[in-house]
């Protein structure tokens, strides 16, 4: 095992006349000095001689080691080696040298040895963890730089753009908000878990920080796109509804369907502009109004479109008044829009409940904190027996005020996951809607622990 001591010098007790012997400490002097038994070394000289029959060297006060066969005395300088059996375990440890001239002056010197028997191996685990995290850098530069050669190489020879290439081999948008953030997440999480647990001056509660860190990164796009794509789904199906008013206007007006996507294809500004420019041109190739309408719908990834484009598709092949089913699909659809707007408002209301009952908890955690230095210990001597003659004191030691804080942190994190995705699911009937609430609530917890609890 390796140890690490740090020295310290300055006397404790010194009692010497004016012409006292001068003593130095020569080693250890290192700061920090790895040896698991270090040789202590001290000078001394006098004009008028030593009496080496004087010396007396003394380790913690009480240990006299002046005639072990570990130590060596000179005319000139003491010597001292720990066998293995005394060699120092971690904490401070006094060294003691008694020393006089030929004339009887006299000086006693202390020097106090800080012990820490971890310092070295932590230097060298963060040493590794560097050189591993150094690799890796430069394993990532090389491959970068080889693919970016390669890139260049198919342009010149074969004309490569990226274009053409995601063109014929599209990649999914999962790839981009989920896998690789949490690729990502892992391996920062991993690599920062390991320096904080490895370093020896770190920030107080840096685990549960990187973990926070490491869960935004991983999640944190897929709640911010799932929040886009429900926002833009409810533009689509606002769009959609008064695209069926307009069409059945239309319908009203003397024009069949297909026509009518036509015309309305060439002045649409909303957001099912692209959708109605691809409808407007699958009908002039001949296709079908049913499967044009089907074919609009099913990028818009939307239900409730899909429904009334189908229905929409179905009317045109019937004979009668289409243009007064249309129309009528189109209010239908228009107040289940509302319907389902004014509910989510309702839900969201209730909601907001459970974000005062969470501002709340976080008020009680502050306050338990706070009253925490003041309690005493728990005594359970009246536990112990019945018999008051044989009650012997009992307490119950509490946790430290450090620890208590890292316990209601995890509480904390481990709650704003919970209550978020319970918002989500209440609100929007879907787990993932409530990730961004979740990172909401933790950024709120994270904050208010750093601001007020710390």
Same mark, same amino acid.
């Given at each position: 095992m390796?140890?690490?001591?740090?020295?310290?010098?300055?006397?404790?007790?010194?009692?010497?006349?004016?012409?006292?012997?001068?003593?130095?400490?020569?080693?250890?002097?290192?700061?920090?000095?790895?040896?698991?038994?270090?040789?202590?070394?001290?000078?001394?000289?006098?004009?008028?001689?030593i009496?080496?029959?004087?010396?007396?060297?003394?380790?913690?006060?009480?240990?006299?080691?002046?005639e072990?066969?570990?130590?060596?005395?000179?005319?000139?300088?003491?010597?001292?080696?720990?066998s293995?059996?005394?060699?120092?375990?971690?904490g401070?440890?006094?060294?003691?040298l008694?020393?006089?001239?030929?004339?009887?002056?006299?000086?006693?010197?202390?020097?106090?040895?800080?012990?820490?028997?971890?310092?070295?191996?932590?230097?060298?685990?963060?040493?590794?963890?560097?050189q591993?995290?150094l690799?890796?850098?430069?394993?990532?530069?090389?491959?970068?730089?080889?693919?970016?050669?390669y890139?260049?190489?198919?342009?010149?020879?074969?004309?490569?753009?990226?274009?053409?290439? $995601?063109?014929?081999?599209?990649?999914?948008?999962?790839?981009?908000?989920?896998?690789?953030?949490?690729?990502?997440?892992?391996? $920062?999480?991993?690599?920062?878990?390991a320096?904080?647990?490895?370093?020896?001056?770190?920030?107080?509660?840096?685990?549960?920080?990187?973990?926070?860190i490491?869960?935004?990164?991983?999640?944190?796009?897929?709640?911010?796109?799932?929040q886009?794509?429900?926002?833009?789904?409810?533009?689509?199906?606002?769009?959609?509804?008064?695209?069926?008013?307009?069409?059945? #206007?239309?319908?009203?007006?003397?024009? #069949?369907p297909?026509?009518?996507?036509?015309?309305?294809?060439?002045?649409?500004t909303?957001?099912?502009?692209?959708?109605?420019?691809?409808?407007s041109d699958?009908?002039?190739?001949g296709?079908?109004? #049913?499967?044009?309408?089907?074919?609009m719908?099913?990028?818009?990834?939307?239900?409730?479109?899909k429904?009334?484009?189908?229905?929409?598709?179905?009317?045109?092949?019937?004979?009668?008044?289409?243009?007064?089913?249309?129309?009528?699909?189109?209010?239908?659809?228009? #107040?289940?829009?509302k319907?389902?707007?004014?509910?989510?408002?309702?839900?969201?209301?209730?909601?907001?409940?459970?974000?005062?009952?969470?501002?709340?908890?976080?008020?009680?955690?502050?306050?338990?904190?706070?009253? $925490?230095?003041?309690?005493?210990?728990?005594?359970?001597?009246?536990?112990?027996?019945?018999?008051?003659?044989?009650?012997?004191?009992?307490?119950?030691?509490?946790?430290?005020?450090?620890?208590?804080?890292?316990?209601?942190?995890?509480?904390?994190?481990?709650?704003?996951?919970?209550?978020?995705?319970?918002?989500?699911?209440?609100?929007?009937?879907?787990?993932?809607?409530?990730?961004i609430?979740?990172?909401?609530?933790?950024?709120?917890?994270?904050?208010?622990?750093?601001?007020?609890?710390?």
């Amino acid at each position: 095992m390796i140890i690490t001591i740090i020295c310290v010098l300055y006397p404790i007790s010194v009692a010497q006349e004016a012409s006292a012997p001068i003593v130095t400490l020569i080693e250890p002097v290192e700061s920090p000095v790895i040896n698991a038994r270090p040789n202590i070394t001290i000078a001394y000289t006098d004009p008028d001689g030593i009496n080496l029959q004087s010396i007396q060297l003394e380790i913690d006060g009480k240990l006299d080691v002046t005639e072990w066969d570990e130590t060596e005395i000179s005319e000139t300088e003491i010597t001292y080696k720990p066998s293995e059996i005394f060699q120092f375990a971690d904490g401070n440890h006094t060294v003691n040298l008694t020393i006089s001239d030929m004339n009887g002056n006299t000086i006693t010197q202390s020097w106090t040895l800080m012990v820490d028997t971890t310092y070295a191996d932590q230097q060298q685990a963060a040493f590794n963890l560097f050189q591993i995290i150094l690799y890796i850098i430069i394993g990532t530069i090389i491959a970068f730089l080889a693919i970016i050669i390669y890139i260049i190489y198919l342009k010149i020879t074969k004309k490569f753009t990226f274009e053409k290439f $995601f063109a014929r081999h599209p990649i999914k948008k999962e790839v981009f908000i989920i896998y690789i953030p949490l690729i990502i997440a892992f391996i $920062f999480s991993i690599l920062s878990l390991a320096v904080v647990t490895t370093l020896k001056d770190v920030p107080l509660f840096s685990a549960e920080y990187v973990i926070v860190i490491g869960l935004f990164i991983g999640i944190g796009p897929y709640a911010i796109d799932a929040q886009l794509v429900r926002r833009k789904i409810i533009k689509y199906e606002q769009a959609f509804a008064q695209l069926l008013f307009e069409i059945a #206007d239309a319908m009203r007006g003397g024009l #069949d369907p297909t026509k009518a996507i036509i015309e309305l294809a060439k002045t649409e500004t909303s957001v099912l502009k692209d959708q109605l420019k691809i409808a407007s041109d699958n009908i002039k190739l001949g296709r079908p109004f #049913d499967h044009v309408m089907t074919t609009m719908a099913y990028p818009i990834k939307s239900d409730l479109v899909k429904r009334y484009a189908s229905l929409i598709g179905e009317t045109s092949k019937i004979g009668g008044e289409p243009a007064a089913v249309i129309h009528r699909a189109a209010k239908d659809m228009d #107040d289940f829009i509302k319907v389902g707007q004014e509910r989510r408002r309702q839900l969201f209301s209730q909601a907001s409940t459970i974000y005062i009952a969470f501002g709340v908890m976080l008020v009680v955690l502050y306050q338990l904190i706070s009253m $925490f230095p003041s309690l005493g210990s728990m005594d359970m001597s009246l536990l112990n027996s019945g018999n008051l003659e044989s009650i012997e004191t009992t307490s119950i030691n509490r946790m430290s005020l450090l620890t208590i804080k890292q316990r209601f942190l995890d509480l904390l994190i481990i709650n704003s996951i919970g209550t978020g995705t319970i918002i989500g699911s209440f609100i929007d009937g879907h787990i993932k809607f409530g990730l961004i609430h979740s990172l909401i609530l933790t950024t709120t917890s994270i904050v208010f622990f750093m601001v007020m609890i710390l």
